[in-house]
């Protein structure tokens, strides 16, 4: 292992000294399209080394020969609490959530026991490498299980049928796919249609969806002037992702959307920084991530098709853009590994009950609604029927 990271590392300093030296002058429309392979080479050695990195690191640790048996767990961006509640129960530490930066993040609070070595680090040892990169080590054997939010995309199947993989995809928790404004914006819903006319590029101004000049906050009009404020951008996210593979699936379709490098907002946040500099824009992001993970006040959700997302219309599927976020092994796991092993726990009343304790909507029906977002302690979960 030690030899092949070496390898990797090398090969990333190659591929790096030799974007940066194109970034120094014009590039033909070939340099472009080798720049542009160039840096998927970079990310894809990236992805690899941190993989490898963390399976080095978990293997030092003295920690985890207690606990042989825990699962290597990756995934998207937003379901990491999942992993980390699971672990906290598993391994014997609390965990609370704390707020800064506009954002909350579950820490840890306290360790139970004394450990030998190094104590547990969960940027390390239970962080997730987005939905993409989950698919793509758990397909390489990188990761035993992997909680994400979205079923694999086309290239993610493509690359476990060449590496002769099949994965077991299954649903343990609901969520949704929701659309962004900037909290100045008087608009408080749109239809599906309305939203596809405008990320077809067919709608390009708020007035045409019933924003007049006078309706904009007068603070927010001396800011920024009217005439900006008129052109409704669209941003979108990379692809692969799981915001734009969704994006696609759920909402567009066969429908192509605009163009442009300058709509991309890369990584969750992204949509956030966009929509704060500029309040004619649009974005999209998970229900979850946005009650759960963020906390950006000039920034709202909207209601589809007159449906607000509430945990009550995205269990009971009111919500038109309910989704399902789903844990993924190998099927040729075998059936007492501990990945399989902890797949099927998350569909015990125990496990949905940690499910509704992250925040997400569980998919078994819980004995009461989950408690108001912000609680510092994670408890003990709720009881649950199926």
Same mark, same amino acid.
């Given at each position: 292992?030690?030899?092949?990271?070496?390898?990797?590392?090398?090969?990333?300093?190659?591929?790096?000294?030799?974007?940066?030296?194109?970034?120094? &002058?014009?590039?033909?429309?070939?340099?472009?399209? &080798?720049?542009?392979? =160039? &840096?998927?080479?970079?990310?894809?050695?990236?992805?690899?080394?941190?993989?490898?990195?963390?399976?080095?690191?978990?293997?030092?640790?003295?920690?985890?020969?207690?606990?042989?048996?825990?699962?290597?767990?990756?995934?998207?961006?937003?379901?990491?609490?999942?992993?980390?509640?699971?672990?906290?129960?598993?391994?014997?530490?609390?965990?609370?959530?704390?707020?800064?930066?506009?954002?909350?993040?579950?820490?840890?609070?306290?360790?139970?026991?004394?450990?030998?070595?190094?104590?547990?680090?969960?940027?390390?040892?239970?962080?997730?490498?987005?939905?993409?990169?989950?698919?793509?080590? *758990?397909?390489?054997?990188?990761?035993?299980?992997?909680?994400?939010?979205?079923?694999?995309?086309?290239?993610?199947?493509?690359?476990?049928?060449?590496?002769?993989?099949?994965?077991?995809?299954?649903?343990?928790?609901?969520?949704?796919?929701?659309?962004?404004?900037?909290?100045?914006?008087?608009?408080?819903? #749109?239809?599906?249609?309305?939203?596809?006319? =405008?990320?077809?590029?067919?709608?390009?101004?708020?007035?045409?969806?019933?924003?007049?000049?006078?309706?904009?906050?007068?603070? #927010?009009?001396?800011?920024?002037?009217?005439?900006?404020? &008129?052109?409704?951008?669209?941003?979108?996210?990379?692809?692969?992702?799981?915001?734009?593979?969704?994006?696609?699936?759920?909402?567009?379709?066969?429908?192509?959307?605009?163009?442009?490098?300058?709509?991309?907002?890369?990584?969750?946040?992204?949509?956030?920084?966009?929509?704060?500099?500029?309040?004619?824009?649009? %974005?999209?992001?998970?229900?979850?991530?946005?009650?759960?993970?963020?906390?950006?006040?000039?920034?709202?959700? *909207?209601? =589809?098709?007159?449906?607000?997302?509430?945990?009550?219309?995205?269990?009971?599927?009111?919500?038109?853009?309910?989704?399902? @976020?789903? @844990?993924?092994?190998?099927?040729?796991?075998?059936?007492?590994?501990?990945?399989?092993?902890?797949?099927?726990?998350?569909?015990?009343?125990?496990?949905?009950?940690? @499910?509704?304790?992250?925040?997400? @909507?569980?998919?078994?029906?819980?004995?009461?609604?989950?408690?108001?977002?912000?609680?510092?302690?994670? %408890?003990?979960?709720?009881?649950?029927?199926?």
């Amino acid at each position: 292992m030690r030899l092949h990271h070496i390898a990797l590392i090398a090969v990333l300093l190659l591929l790096n000294n030799e974007s940066r030296a194109a970034e120094h &002058r014009e590039l033909t429309t070939e340099e472009q399209a &080798r720049l542009k392979d =160039i &840096r998927a080479q970079i990310a894809e050695h990236q992805r690899k080394a941190a993989a490898l990195t963390r399976q080095a690191q978990r293997l030092d640790n003295p920690f985890f020969t207690f606990e042989k048996d825990f699962p290597i767990i990756d995934g998207s961006t937003t379901t990491y609490p999942v992993s980390y509640i699971y672990a906290s129960h598993k391994l014997n530490f609390t965990v609370k959530w704390v707020e800064f930066n506009e954002a909350r993040h579950l820490v840890i609070d306290d360790l139970k026991r004394p450990l030998p070595g190094r104590y547990i680090d969960p940027a390390q040892d239970f962080a997730h490498s987005t939905t993409h990169h989950a698919y793509l080590n *758990l397909i390489d054997g990188f990761a035993d299980v992997i909680t994400v939010a979205r079923k694999p995309s086309t290239s993610e199947l493509a690359a476990a049928k060449q590496a002769g993989v099949e994965l077991d995809v299954r649903p343990f928790a609901y969520d949704a796919f929701v659309f962004l404004l900037h909290s100045g914006n008087p608009l408080k819903g #749109l239809t599906l249609e309305q939203i596809r006319d =405008i990320y077809t590029g067919k709608t390009t101004g708020w007035d045409a969806l019933g924003v007049a000049d006078d309706a904009w906050p007068a603070d #927010l009009v001396k800011e920024r002037r009217l005439e900006p404020l &008129r052109k409704i951008t669209p941003y979108q996210r990379e692809r692969d992702s799981g915001s734009q593979e969704t994006m696609i699936e759920l909402v567009m379709q066969d429908r192509r959307m605009v163009d442009g490098p300058e709509l991309i907002a890369e990584s969750m946040v992204g949509p956030y920084t966009v929509l704060a500099k500029n309040p004619a824009g649009i %974005g999209y992001t998970f229900y979850y991530y946005q009650t759960q993970l963020r906390r950006t006040k000039n920034v709202k959700m *909207l209601a =589809i098709d007159g449906v607000a997302p509430t945990p009550k219309t995205i269990r009971e599927r009111k919500y038109p853009l309910t989704t399902e @976020v789903y @844990v993924v092994t190998r099927k040729d796991a075998p059936a007492d590994s501990p990945g399989v092993r902890f797949r099927d726990w998350l569909m015990t009343p125990e496990g949905q009950a940690l @499910v509704q304790e992250s925040g997400y @909507v569980p998919v078994l029906k819980p004995a009461s609604e989950p408690g108001p977002a912000g609680t510092e302690e994670i %408890g003990d979960g709720a009881a649950f029927t199926p």
